[in-house]
């Protein structure tokens, strides 16, 4: 059993539902924050899925100097606390640098390290010491049991609401693969595992000025890790993802996602 971490009136780990964090990669505008936000909540709610909101206000490891980063983060954090206020949701937000931990952290509710950065010693204690919720992501490169050393840093300066966010493995150039032992690995260490099935489906620099990825694949990855065991989904999804201005071959298609949450819930449903 891995320790409850309570985020806002969500509850993750500790025996707690499957819980859903889910949102666009990167803030285009308010309107399409608030838009995929309130759908995603109204989906969630009607299958009793607990839902956080989460988008960046900057992906500041873009494969192309060219790339679309967010808006940055005065005006993005002015979103999140307008989608935080607006639809009543937790909301969960990346890090990349320690001057930016304070501020962000009077905001939102849940500071992720992504995983480039989650070896970043000082990031990942300035993060912790905030006393928020932490959700690490793995590094590509990193083994399951490597994340002892990530948990014992955020665990040093006192806190232990912990979330550690599977989200594939590098496997040769432009691929990522999804050892599903890494979950059961990982939550051996006593705090909350998220599996992150949009990431997992990428291809890093598969096109070679951006990622491309797979989107067709995020079902079966979510069906298997729910069935391995998890306690939450990470999922960015958007209306339009071939539109969208970051990670558009992997957000899965916000029409989907109904049938997708339906499936992990009876999963869910048929352990228990």
Known sequence: ????????????????????????????????????????????????????FKASFD???????????????????????AVKSELGVPVLTDVHEVWQVEPVAEVVDVLQVPAFLSRQTDLVVAAASTGKPINVKKGQ?????????????????????????????????????????????????????????THSVQRPGGAGTASG???????????????????????EVHPRPEKGLSDGA????LKDLPGVLRQAKAIEQALA
């Open 1 to 52: 059993m891995t320790r409850r971490v309570k985020i806002g009136d969500v509850v993750i780990g500790g025996g707690a539902p499957l819980a859903l964090i889910a949102g666009p990669c990167v803030i285009e505008s308010r309107d399409l924050c608030l838009e995929i936000g309130s759908k995603v909540q109204e989906i969630a709610g009607t299958l009793n899925i607990p839902y956080i």
């Open 59 to 81: 992906k500041a490891n873009r494969t192309s100097v060219g790339s679309f980063r967010g808006p940055g983060m005065d005006q993005g954090l002015e979103i999140l606390a």
């Open 141 to 197: 490169f990193l083994a399951p049991w490597d994340m002892k050393n990530v948990v014992d840093k955020v665990v040093s300066v006192g806190n232990e609401d912990l979330l550690l966010t599977e989200r594939g493995a590098s496997f040769g150039y432009n691929t990522l693969i999804v050892d599903m032992c890494s979950l059961p690995a990982m939550r051996s260490y006593g705090y909350p595992v998220v599996f992150d099935a």
């Open 213 to 235: 990825g797979a989107r067709e694949y995020v079902p079966h990855l979510v069906r298997a890790a729910v069935a391995v065991g998890i306690d939450a989904l990470f999922l």
């Open 250 to 253: 992997t957000m899965l298609r």
